[in-house]
């Protein structure tokens, strides 16, 4: 049993006739690094609000199938009762911070579960020292640059203790050193808090080394669900380039080699490997 089960989900938005998710069933294991990608408007965003309840509470709409979270039925559990097991930000994160101060803003959502004095500032304390933003404490969070925002925005999460950690696009208004800084610090956090960690993106570069599982979605569906160099095969080439994700640039120069007839042993998934690979391929 996973951590997040979805079972037949099918679901559309109040007011429209298309299905955003069409029939998706799937297991997210505890303790999972999950990318979840593909084309604008594929669904991704959409399955990501089912994970933490606000569909169908707060968009309403037509839910079919059953979403359940840490043993929890989303259909029939409370928002409030759900932020504890999963925590989500959103791709502006400017658009989700809007305390007076960093301090304030990652004690919010204690203050609504009437956390005690004591153990809000030891739990404040604690995520501003594992975040590195001890300094910004009193800063007021439009003052930030992006990445000090999202990371704001990521210990206002965390200080909750969630078993599940949700992004959605963190790094689409981050620039590259920023963006690789902080799929870096997710990692980190995966593995010290022990946490599940989904993330939906576009730039795949960072990601493909260190997941654990890629889900690339269009139309509504699953397409691949799986181990990432699976579904980066060569055999599944032509395919991944039809549905218009952002391939990671090594493997696309994977492709054009194998292409023109040299036959590398595995799918690359940094630069290194690719050099590692085609060493033997010219020893040979």
């Known amino acids: 049993m996973g951590i997040i089960e979805v079972h037949g989900l099918s679901y559309r938005y109040p007011n429209t006739s298309n299905y955003v998710l069409n029939d998706i069933s799937l297991n997210i294991n505890e303790g999972e690094f999950v990318v979840i990608t593909g084309p604008s408007g594929c669904g991704k965003t959409t399955l990501c609000r089912c994970f933490n309840g606000l569909i169908p509470h707060f968009y309403g709409g037509e839910f079919i199938g059953e979403v359940i979270v ?25 658009s989700q911070l809007f305390s007076l101060s960093v301090e304030r803003e990652i004690a919010f959502g204690l203050e609504n579960l009437s956390v005690s004095r004591d153990e809000m500032i030891h739990r404040i304390n604690e995520i501003l020292d594992l975040m590195g933003i001890k300094h910004l404490r009193h800063r007021a969070p439009y003052e930030l640059s992006g990445g000090e925002q999202q990371k704001v925005a990521l210990a206002a999460c965390l200080v909750m203790k ?83 994700i952002g391939i990671p640039k090594v493997i ?25 690979y085609l060493m033997e391929v010219f020893k040979g």
């Open 70 to 94: 840490d043993g929890l039925s989303v259909r029939n559990t409370p928002t409030n009762i759900l932020s504890q097991r999963v925590g989500m930000v959103f791709q502006d994160p400017e």
């Open 162 to 244: 969630p078993k599940v950690l949700v992004l959605d696009e963190p790094t689409s208004h981050l620039d590259p050193v920023s963006a690789l800084s902080l799929i870096n610090l997710l990692n980190d956090l995966k593995n010290k808090l022990k946490l599940t960690v989904i993330i939906v993106e576009h730039r795949l570069e960072a990601l493909a080394p260190i997941s654990d599982r890629f889900i690339i979605m269009d139309n509504g569906k699953i397409v691949f669900d799986g181990d990432v160099r699976k579904i980066f095969s060569f055999s599944n080439a032509n395919i991944i380039k039809s549905i218009g």
């Open 252 to 276: 696309s120069l994977y492709y054009e080699l194998m292409e023109n007839g040299l036959v590398i042993r595995d799918v690359p998934l940094t630069p290194s490997m690719l050099r590692e």
